[in-house]
């Protein structure tokens, strides 16, 4: 069976905050509540994972399919109590601005999801996302 394989390798830096590396990447993971605010924190890396793992899918998916789309912009949000370790919720939205007919984004947003590797692993039954589309002029 073939598979991909990935690999982040992180360093602590003496307090909360650390710094990965993922292959010619490096970048800083810490906190502004009890870190030095050197990066985002992890549950922000997180929504950004998913907000760029659809936005690769919306990209592919919409050079795939040949669309006419003059911008597009994906904002992910999430939200925890303070008891509970666990994002409650997580949201998207996407904002396309196209002259193309509704179905055809809305099946762009169905095979994103569907072909997500970060998406499907966060599990689809906890993020909901929805679609704005904006004419053009």
Sequence with gaps: MERLEYTAELEWGGNVGSTARVREFTFKI?????????????????LSA??????INWGRLIKKMRLNVEEMSIE????????????????????????EPEKKILRVKEL???YGT???TVGKE?????VEIVRPG
Excluded: H, M, S
Aim: aromatic content about 6%; hydrophobic content about 30%.
């Design 50 to 55: 998913i907000g760029g793992c659809l936005t």
């Design 76 to 99: 992910v949000r999430g939200w925890r109590n303070l008891k509970e370790p666990q994002l409650q919720e997580i949201t998207y939205r996407v904002r396309i601005v196209t002259d």
């Design 118 to 120: 970060v998406f499907n």
């Design 30 to 46: 810490d906190t502004n509540t009890d870190g030095n605010n050197a990066g985002p924190n992890p549950t922000e890396y997180l």
């Design 112 to 114: 994103a999801e569907k």
């Design 126 to 130: 906890k993020i909901k996302g929805e």
